[in-house]
């Protein structure tokens, strides 16, 4: 009997990790705030931008409350504050989009990678590579490259780029795929 007990009492405390990460479907069940990261994962990715496209200059600041970074972020009720700049944002042209193939790797919040190395210019997880869009760089300047959770979804406005969503922070970059290894 004290040998079950024994193997009762291993399994929850193996599974009470499992069962917080999965709290809330996915979605950070953190109190207070409407800021993501600390694990969030948004339901979806930003919809598809319709109206004046607002004006990011060289410098954006999309610091839009206490606590929240200057840097394209999503809150915890889905919206995705930076994504407002339309298909003709010049910062994210590219005159091959897809060159090196589509991301075959999945989509949204079923699908978080952890990053494995590299930085900006080029990183990778899983055997995919990717490339963070330059007018973005500073926006993951505190990334973890060799271990931060990332979920990727489709930009609905910039052909060719991906958005590559950071969940422990909250921020997400414009990112290109460059193939597999």
Known sequence: ?????????????????????????????????????????????????????????????????????????????GRWVGHRTGRDDGHYHLDHPFEH????????????FHLSGGGPERFWFGGFFFGVAAFDFAYCSDWLWESDPVVIYED???DGWYLAYNARLGTYVHVQYLGTS
């Open 1 to 77: 009997m004290k040998k079950y007990v024994g193997l009762l009492m291993l399994l929850v405390v193996c599974a009470v990790p499992v069962l917080a990460q999965r709290s809330g479907g996915g979605v950070h069940a953190g109190g207070g705030g409407h800021m993501g990261g600390g694990g969030f994962i948004p339901h979806h990715g930003p919809r598809a931008f319709r109206g004046t496209p607002e004006p990011q200059g060289d410098h954006p600041n999309f610091r839009d409350g206490d606590g929240h970074p200057n840097a394209p972020h999503v809150h915890t009720d």
């Open 101 to 112: 193939g589509r991301f075959p790797g999945g989509f949204g919040r079923g699908h978080v």
């Open 156 to 158: 609905p406005d910039h």
